[in-house]
């Protein structure tokens, strides 16, 4: 009698998991910080967040390293973008129309939608159980069994139905942001295509998309391709600047990510820029700090204000054991993106790893203005810590380490470094600021059932 209710159990389980998976738990990836990529999101999808009716700086891109090829929201105005969604690319238009459509998910609220659908699903899942269980108690077993299944059945299909219905919703939605802004839609039928054949490849079936999250890539094709050959844009090229930008950007990861799949990609007999960019990341990544310089210091070379080729330069000497000459491009790449919060990052890096204390004042200065522009920098606060330290500032070290661990998520450690600062500040902001970060990190602890000391 036992295996029909935990397979009940287990369909129950099923719908509970599926709500769950619906909202991705970001927090669980790896973050990839580029400050060149992240100057691209930006530039690229500020016409998209003005045709969607948002503003441009208060819509934030988070790459994730993951090969897949995917982009998700998780509620607020973010969009995470898989580094798999940027290699898989074969141009500019392609990742604009992925990210037109994510701002189609932002735009309609679905995830607030989402969780509202599961949950309904999830009524109609439990009622089912109950029903079925009164039914069963009363000498109708298989009548009560019945029941349970089939709402176990229906909830499922609801759930999905309504998944269905947003991924349309944020398809249309993208396609009149691509409208808008003046960008070709047909990277968003090249980006279908490509999810087309992976169906293909794995064996999906074609014929309905009844049990699945999403339409089938061949039904989202048939209903975008009219509307995007209609618009006046359809023939229109990628903006070469951003295009160029782009691909640099993809060579870069590559190389960082997948050394020998660029080697592959951007032989040595290829000379441009963009495969250079990919060597010296494929190189340094390979522990080849030579080759990786010669290839850095020929595009240095050939464009020497260019603060993202002079930032990788000065990472690649910082990465090797060479600070002190890491200083040079650093401080030179700072002066000309002095908006850039992490090549001030980097610098501040070199500058305490070259052991003198003449530099931690400056480190301090730069640290200080990289925590302010950027919002989530735990390695920032690191290092301004390890200056506070060296200081003998064992109070601010503390509060610097709070902000850390608390942009990480590790709050009994800063609630720890939060009332090891509060001992020692006295009044002010800064002991302010550790109050707060320590009542927010009490807060999550007896959220979470952990015991606080």
């Given at each position: ?338 908006g850039e919060p992490l ?66 998520g590790q709050h009994k ?41």
């Amino acid at each position: 009698m036992t295996r029909p209710f935990q397979r009940i159990a287990a369909i129950a389980a099923l719908l509970a998991l599926l709500s769950a998976l619906s909202i991705r738990p970001a927090m669980a990836q790896q973050f990839l910080r580029d400050a060149e990529t992240e100057a691209l999101f930006e530039d690229i999808s500020a016409p998209l967040v003005e045709a969607a009716g948002m503003q441009p700086g208060n819509v934030e891109f988070v790459l994730i390293n993951d090969d897949s090829i995917n982009a998700f929201v998780a509620g607020g105005q973010r969009v995470y973008i898989h580094s798999g969604l940027i290699t898989a690319s074969d141009h500019v238009g392609q990742l604009q129309a992925v990210i037109a459509h994510e701002l189609g998910h932002v735009q309609g609220g679905h995830i607030i939608r989402l969780q509202q659908g599961a949950s309904k699903s999830t009524v109609i899942s439990i009622a089912s159980l109950v029903l079925g269980g009164l039914a069963m108690a009363a000498g109708s077993g298989e009548a009560g069994m019945g029941a349970m299944m089939l709402g176990q059945q229906v909830a499922m299909s609801q759930f999905l139905a309504f998944s269905r219905t947003q991924e349309t919703s944020a398809d249309i939605a993208g396609a009149r942001y691509l409208k808008a802004a003046g960008i070709s839609g047909r990277g968003s039928i090249e980006f279908f295509k490509k999810l087309q054949n992976q169906e293909f490849r794995l064996a999906i079936p074609q014929d309905n998309s009844y049990q699945r999250t999403h339409p089938l890539s061949g039904e989202r094709i048939s209903y975008l391709q009219n509307i995007y050959e209609e618009d006046a844009a359809w023939e229109r090229p990628n903006d070469p600047e951003l295009e160029a930008r782009f691909q640099r950007v993809k060579a870069k990861l590559i190389g960082y990510l997948d050394p020998a799949r660029a080697l592959r990609d951007y032989p040595p007999a290829q000379q441009s820029d963009i495969a250079q960019v990919a060597r010296a990341y494929a190189y340094h990544q390979g522990a080849y700090p030579e080759q990786a310089l010669s290839e850095i210091e020929a595009l240095v070379a050939a464009e020497p204000d260019d603060p993202f080729l002079l930032e990788l330069h000065g990472q690649i000497l910082l990465e090797s054991g060479r600070p002190d000459e890491a200083l040079e491009p650093l401080r030179r790449a700072a002066t000309l993106a002095p908006g850039e919060p992490l090549i001030g990052t980097t610098l501040a890096h070199a500058l305490i790893a070259t052991e003198d204390e003449g530099n931690f004042a400056e480190a301090k200065s730069v640290l200080k203005r990289a925590v302010l522009l950027d919002e989530y920098n735990p390695f920032a606060w690191y290092q301004l810590g390890v200056v506070y330290d060296r200081e003998g500032d064992t109070p601010r070290a503390a509060l610097a380490s709070a902000e850390r661990y608390h942009m990480l998520g590790q709050h009994k450690l800063a609630l720890g470094s939060a009332r090891m600062a509060m001992a020692n500040l006295g009044s002010g902001p800064d002991f302010i600021r550790a109050q707060d970060i320590a009542m927010v990190s009490e807060h999550e602890l007896r959220k979470a059932g952990e015991e606080i000391r």
